[in-house]
DNA sequence: ATGAAAGCGCTAACAG
DNA sequence: CTGTTAGCGCTTTCAT
């Protein structure tokens, strides 16, 4: 079946009569009469080869079809320019631009992102940042401070730049880019006050396993007991992830066991724009009946209408200072652990009079 | 600095004084009182080893911190358990979910995703078809079915299997896994038409590098020639990504230039939110004066009102299917270039009449 | 600027 | 079930 090449056995050769081993770069050197650390260098920007040598050598690789092995460099130079990454959910776009910005930071210097989602659930973090760090990543940044025993263990003897984000963890593993929740919670509260209005309801933040939600409804509780004032009104949106469908089926049963509340803070701004379509559907008012707010600046929240009040915690600076971090740590620049916090910026927008 | 060891000279070591190696297999080995090769075997699920060794062995390894090395493994199995997948952006979330099919549906064999993101440009995708095939995935999924001349060369020279998606394109490089975007926008033109709207527009689909939109609206004027009906009615919508605030826009245009319109199909629902937003904004009353129609079935689609008529391609299917059939090609159990066709399913809801 | 030798940490192949 | 040997394809190191 594969006469030559035990390597190929039972590979897969697309339209091809014989398995052909793939080339290495002793195939390219006997083929460009260099040696192959010639080759080796030539496929480094930064190596010195002659411009002549180097031509020659990317013409013979280009004639042979040959694909430069990372596996083999990565096992002999020991970096695999890798960055793992964890983000509770890929189909978020608030942790997409978190990526995004990672993935921008990092690209310059040749890191390329390995991504796993945790679906919002602590153990599968755990599988998770156990399969990477088999990769043998150059850092690791995770999403929020809470993790397994093992989990944290793991990561703190990764012997890796450790890098938690979307929160200010009180017993941080290593560096932190992140910002407040409770506090952004609490920017809201007192918008809502500023503006008149008292009976204020907080929306979702009961999902098990998002901890930034919970930290939000933390910080909803702690201001409003501050301020004196109720701070019993906490509707259940359910399990993660909450997003519109849970946002509209929750401010139905707020408007049902509420209806006198003037104002109502969403976890989210997609359960915030599902509340809305249920106020609409019901005939209440928005803003004038009762005022509402969401976080994370969706784009659905400038669109809108009314558009949504709402808290920017410029999740794509994130993963832009995250990278900066990676990169400064890496190259020596750094060496103590940094926590970097975001100041996320509430914008006051039709949703809320 | 580092006294021992070179291979830590530079490497980050977290609060600790001295640069230790990490452990390898061969110290497990030691610690276990077994050979390298028994430590190997006991970090393998279906490997033949007795219980009490692989206790043993893992309890040695626990202690040690042990952490296996894929990049040892990788070199030396030729195997990396990555498959690669690109996507014109990590930000959506039809993609988003289609890599969400993928992953569940290759995890349980142990196979990992290594996610690049095109933004909709394939010189991008052609670099970055480059850097994943360094990393020698067992296979992999591309987002359409155009490709730069070298992307495609690459593709079909790698020898592993390559999955097609979202399309079904003429050439195939290999597997396809997708459906006919104009069929889909045609389906929708039928949809009006059944209604008695002959005036309808077309809106987005011009982006460059969004081949999937440039192929609905191709289906949009294709299908509105073939019933005779005008087909000249198309509203730019500006470059990709495109999304909410481009379909206000967009919207915004229509309403001025064609006021006569009756329906609007949009590339996208969220293009299609944008521009009922917009249509609330003027007071045009959707869909009595205006039908809209979007394509993604994206969350929002349902839970706007009036909920958009759109189309459900079936994302986390595709992902679902072109996993399955990687499994398969790996197996053995397929040996010929499959093309599995999806068929979308139109959702007619309350923005048509 | 180029080359020779050695070896990264694991596992295929072949014993026993 | 366990061990021995060799080597995956590159790059570090040290020459010249």
Known sequence: MAPLGARACGRYRAGMSAARKTPTMADVARLAGVSPMTVSRAFKADASVSAATRAAIHHAADELGYVFDSTASNLRSQRTDFV???????????????????????????????????????????????????????????????????????????????????????????????????????????????????????????AQGDDRGADRRAGFVAAMGARGLDATRLIPAGEAPVSMREGA????????????????????????FGALSECQRRGVAVPQRLSLAGFGDYEIAAVCAPSLTTVNPFPREIGARAAALILDVLDGTRREPATIVIAPKLLARASSR
């Open 84 to 206: 793992a990454v964890t983000v509770p959910s890929i189909n978020n776009a608030n942790f997409a631009e978190t990526v995004r910005g990672l993935s921008d930071g990092l690209k310059a210097r040749g890191l390329q992102i390995l991504l796993g989602a945790t679906e919002y659930n602590v153990e599968e973090e755990e599988r998770l940042i156990g399969q990477l760090l088999r990769r043998r990543p150059e850092a690791i940044v995770v999403t929020g401070g809470r993790h397994t025993p093992r989990g944290r263990r793991l990561l703190r003897n990764a012997a890796i730049p450790v890098i938690e984000t979307w929160d200010l963890p009180s017993q941080p593993i290593g560096h932190v880019v992140g910002f407040s929740n409770a506090d952004a919670a609490r920017d809201l509260v007192d918008h809502f006050i500023a503006r008149g209005m008292t009976r204020i309801a907080f929306v979702g933040g009961d």
């Open 249 to 272: 089926r929750a401010m139905a049963r707020l408007l049902d066991a509420m209806p006198d509340c003037e104002a109502a803070i969403c976890v989210s701004d997609l359960v915030a």
